[in-house]
């Protein structure tokens, strides 16, 4: 037999007489686990401020639902706007390209209709334009998520309340009796700590979900501010390329023109030429009478 074989063997051996050692060996019994309250008798321990962390809990799955809605890619940035913009700039468009943007109200479209605003004033102002909508619409979005983070700080807190004062409550029933027995304390301590397990059980998801969705909104407003600047890539390279030409037409022109038209057009220019003029001829006579001698 080879030792593979060999192995083989000895591994059914030790599981099939492992199996049979284990059988013949009766089970231990359980001890007795805790007794387990129910989700009726948690809501019940925890009074009336319990009943105002479970309103909490589903304000928070409410907004967590609603920020999944509204905080996509395609809700903020919808797809094929920035084309559709794009296309209407290359054709000077410009009250095309607004319309547009009120027909596709999203971060985006805020962005772009600022910058729109301001086409007449050179890309200077429409970059400046851009910026500032962009930080107010990421402000806009913080101030949207914030309720998370307060619904988190608040929800632990509401807790500790409960559990303090469910604490007095006990000690006070505790003094009230002449010899009282840790049983009878003992349901008063653990009616009062249930408000602190709800509360932390309603935090932990909220903070946890604020973090998501702020880093979510760094994310869409970096993506949303670049699509904007490359919408208007194309505008910005025509901006800087017109005073370009048009400096080398005033150039050219100024260059081609008779000497009166500029001394027409330019004051100062004609002075300057007349005052060569003069010491010219005052500088002619003087060569004259050099050459002479």
Avoid at 56 to 82: C, D, K, Q, W, Y
Avoid at 109 to 124: F, I, K, M, N, W
Avoid at 173 to 194: D, M, R, T
Wanted: hydrophobic share 50%; net charge neutral; proline share 5%.
């Amino acid at each position: 037999m080879s030792w593979r074989r060999i192995g083989i063997v000895i591994a059914l051996a030790l599981v099939f007489g492992g199996s049979t050692l284990f059988a013949a060996d009766p089970a231990p019994e359980a001890p007795a686990g805790p007794k387990m309250m129910s989700l009726g008798q948690l809501f019940e321990a925890g009074g009336t401020i319990g009943y105002i962390i479970t309103g909490l809990s589903f304000l928070m799955v409410a907004l967590i639902v609603e920020h999944l809605i509204s905080l996509r890619h395609n809700a903020l940035i919808p797809p094929g706007l920035a084309d559709s913009i794009h296309h209407h700039l290359a054709l000077r468009h410009f009250e095309e390209a607004r319309q547009q943007c009120q027909f596709h109200p999203s971060f985006l479209a805020y962005v772009l209709a600022a910058g729109l605003r301001e086409t007449d004033l050179g890309y200077s102002a429409v970059e400046k334009s851009l910026e500032d909508a962009a930080v107010e619409q990421s402000a806009r979005l913080y101030r949207k998520i914030e309720y998370l983070s307060v619904i988190g700080t608040i929800a632990p807190m509401l807790g500790l309340l409960g559990t303090v004062w469910g604490m007095i409550l006990a000690f006070m029933e505790f003094e009230q009796k002449a010899n009282p027995q840790v049983s009878e304390l003992a349901p008063g301590i653990y009616k009062a700590l249930v408000t602190t397990l709800q509360g932390l059980c309603v935090a932990i998801p909220a903070l946890a979900a604020f973090a998501h969705f702020r880093n979510r909104i760094d994310q869409l407003v970096a993506d949303g501010a670049l699509t904007a600047e490359a919408v208007f890539a194309d505008y910005k390279r025509s901006a800087v390329a017109e005073p370009r030409s048009e400096r080398v037409k005033a150039a050219t022109s100024l260059r081609g023109k008779p000497a009166t038209e500029m001394q027409l057009e330019n004051p100062g220019t004609a002075a300057v030429a007349s005052q060569a003029k003069l010491v010219a001829k005052s500088d002619r006579p003087a060569a004259d009478r050099g050459g002479a001698k």
